[in-house]
């Protein structure tokens, strides 16, 4: 995959002057994806988020389940994130629900969260692809946590983060 200077997400194989149906993520790939974060200019992934936000965001969320370790098996609790940066002003809400030794994934699921992850969507997407260190982004006031704070620290090791690896 990769994204167009106008912010539309394609498949690496197809020519920039075909149109790509990003509604079905078709070829979404966590490692690919992983290193088109690390690999695209600032500017052209804010501009990509702006035109696929919804499409990202909901893919990334899909993929949760299937990414949980043996230790987030063992673990029960909800996480809520807020993904800031909307076009209106608002935010997104996602939850992730740890329970029995599974993952599930949605948008304003009605359960108390554990802890609240309040973020942009760039750095949501820097994140989850495992191009930012979450300690240095907490630090610095870009990831905000509400909630239990060792529940927030253990979150890495409880999915497969994908790595940008060439």
């Known amino acids: ?29 966590t490692d ?5 974060v690390r690999d695209t200019p600032v500017a052209q ?7 696929n936000r919804d499409v990202l965001i909901g893919e990334i969320f899909h993929r949760f389940p299937e990414r ?3 230790e987030g098996r063992l673990v029960n609790g909800a996480i809520k ?15 992730l629900v740890l329970e029995n030794g599974e993952a599930r994934a949605g948008r ?16 949501f ?3 989850v692809t495992g191009n930012a260190n979450t300690v240095e982004l907490f630090i610095r006031r870009k990831v905000k946590v509400r909630g239990d704070l060792l529940f927030a620290a253990r979150m890495e090791r409880l999915f497969k983060v994908p790595r940008a690896r060439d």
């Open 81 to 95: 994130w807020k993904i800031t940066g909307r076009e209106d002003g608002g935010a997104d809400r996602w939850f």
């Open 108 to 123: 304003d699921l009605d359960v108390k969260p554990r802890v609240t992850l309040t973020m942009d969507a760039l750095t």
């Open 1 to 29: 995959m990769r994204i167009l200077p106008e912010g539309r997400i394609v498949p690496a194989a197809m020519p920039p002057e075909t149109s790509a149906d990003t509604s079905a993520a078709q070829g979404f790939d």
């Open 68 to 70: 949980l370790t043996s």
């Open 45 to 51: 992934l804010k501009e990509g988020l702006r035109v």
């Open 125 to 127: 997407l820097q994140v």
């Open 32 to 36: 690919t994806m992983a290193r088109l």
